[in-house]
C-alpha cells in the first residue's frame, strides 16, 4: 500500500536506515514476496533456486528496513554469447569475458525515492569494476518505462539494442538492451585519485621530515 504523501514528506525528512543481507536459503522466500509485488513478471522455482548460490553474493543483494525486506538487486555471470533467457549462473572458466545481468532490480513503492535503489546500483558497479574478464553489465527494460530507462542513463548505461517481442504477458512486449562497461563510476574514481594523492602527500611529508632528521643528527655530530 502507498503511504500518505504527508507521511511519506515526514519520512524523508527524518531519512531511513537500512542495512544490506546476501540472499540465502534462510531469506530467499522473502525475495519472492518482494517481486511478486513489485515486478510484472513472474519467476519460477529454479530461478530462486540459482539466486542463492556462493558465486553471485557479491553482485546479489537485500535491502532491509528494520525487520521489513525493501528492496533487492539480483545478478549473474554469463558468457558474451550466452542468451539472456538462459538461468546459468555459473563463470566462465579458463579466462575469457563475462558479462554482469541484472536479473530483477527494485524497491518496495513506499520506499522509493529515499536513494536506496541508487545505493544498491552503485554499489553493484563499484564491485564489478573491481572484478577481473568483465566486458559489461547489462540489463533488458520495457520500452515503455521512461522512468527506469533515464534511471540507469544517470549511471552510464546506454540502450544498445532493441528486443522486439522480448516479453511474455505483458504489454508493450519489447524491451530494450542497456549496457555500461565494468568501470568506476566518476565519483568513485576521484575518490580513488584522492585517497591516492593523499596517500602520496603523507609520502613525501614522511619523507621530508626522515631527511630533516638525518640532517639534525648530522649537525649534532
Known sequence: MEAPSEDLNERKKAGIRTYTTDVT????GQLRCLNQNILPVTYTDSFYKDVVKEELKDIT???YVSDMLVG??????????QNANTTSTTPTSGGGLRRVYIMT?????????????TRMLKSLIKVVATLKDIQD???HVQISNEAA????KRFGFEIIEKKENYYRKIDPPHGYVLSRKPTPLEEDRLDSEGGEKEDNKKEEIKGSSEEKNDEDREVKE
Open 25 to 28: 536459503v534462510n531469506n530467499v
Open 61 to 63: 543483494k537485500m535491502v
Open 72 to 81: 533487492a538487486i539480483c545478478c549473474r555471470f554469463e558468457k558474451p554469447q
Open 105 to 117: 532490480f527494485g524497491v518496495l513503492k513506499p520506499y522509493r525515492n529515499y536513494g536506496i535503489g
Open 137 to 139: 553489465i547489462y540489463l
Open 149 to 152: 530507462i533515464n534511471f540507469y
